[in-house]
């Protein structure tokens, strides 16, 4: 008896868990990634990428946030090599709130970066991240070189 409500016990927290996240048979997924036009239609499926170059690079995604509303505010982030302003101040990369659009509870939108001139594309990794609150849920890595 002590063994089965132990068992009962562990299956409680469990689907407790999933219940609170949220996450029980969702997947946050990309949805599609590579090199962009200008007019922000996926023209190479690739996770490398030209550096040195202008270009415009990035993904699509689609994330569960248990949310009814039709926007909701994420985290978009991107790390990467160290570029110098005009001003010849360092930068690093970025974090900055974005809404997404929201559909049955499921945010769908795209991030991505576009290098103006070839010095804002130096080679190395580029990796990008989007988040709810301090819970990341994609994470893509783009190699430029």
Known sequence: MIKFLFYLQSVM?????????????????????????????????SKIVPAQQVVRFGFCFEAY?????????????????????EGGWPN??????????VSNGVASGCVGYN???????????????????SHELLRFIFILQ
């Open 13 to 45: 927290v469990f689907l407790c868990f999933f219940s609170v996240n949220g996450h029980a048979g969702q997947e946050d997924k990309i949805t599609e990634y590579g090199i962009y036009d200008d007019e922000q239609k996926l023209i190479k499926q």
């Open 65 to 85: 946030v248990n949310f009814d509303g039709d926007k909701y505010m994420l985290t978009q982030s991107l790390a990467h090599p160290e570029i110098l302003s």
């Open 92 to 101: 690093k990369g970025y974090n900055v709130p974005r809404k997404f659009k």
């Open 115 to 133: 290098a103006r001139t070839k010095e804002e594309a130096p080679a190395g990794e580029w990796t990008f991240s989007v988040s709810d609150r």
